[in-house]
């Protein structure tokens, strides 16, 4: 017969506890899923998710989503502007 001596102490943790340390440290769940049938592949699917707090993703450099659209507007209202020239030009204006 096995002695509790070896056993490790439990300890109770919260979800708020648990909620708190995930989002202090971060959790990154990564995985690949494949749907075949005969050899082929129909679907494939390829999934990154990080969880996070934004104070914990920007101390890793993880770029958030309004940063990259703010980066890219201006380009996007480059291109708008030529395709509507470009229209213009094409009706004689």
Same mark, same amino acid.
């Given at each position: #017969?096995?002695?509790? #001596?070896?056993?490790? /102490? &439990? ?10 340390? @995930?989002?202090?440290? !971060?959790?990154? @769940?990564? !995985?690949? @899923? &494949? %749907?075949?049938?005969? !050899? ?9 998710? %990080? @969880?996070?707090?934004?104070? &914990? ?7 958030? /989503?309004?940063? *990259?659209?703010?980066?890219? *507007? /201006?380009?996007?209202? *480059? ?7 470009? !229209? ?6």
């Amino acid at each position: #017969m096995l002695s509790n #001596m070896h056993e490790l /102490p &439990t300890r109770q943790l919260s979800l708020f506890d648990l909620l708190d340390r @995930i989002l202090d440290k !971060g959790v990154v @769940i990564s !995985g690949d @899923i &494949t %749907v075949a049938f005969a !050899g082929v592949d129909l679907l494939s699917l390829k999934v990154n998710l %990080v @969880i996070a707090s934004l104070e &914990t993703a920007k101390r890793y450099g993880i770029e958030l /989503p309004w940063e *990259k659209w703010a980066r890219e *507007k /201006p380009e996007l209202e *480059k291109k708008k502007k030529k395709l509507r020239e470009g !229209g213009k030009k094409e009706l004689g204006r």
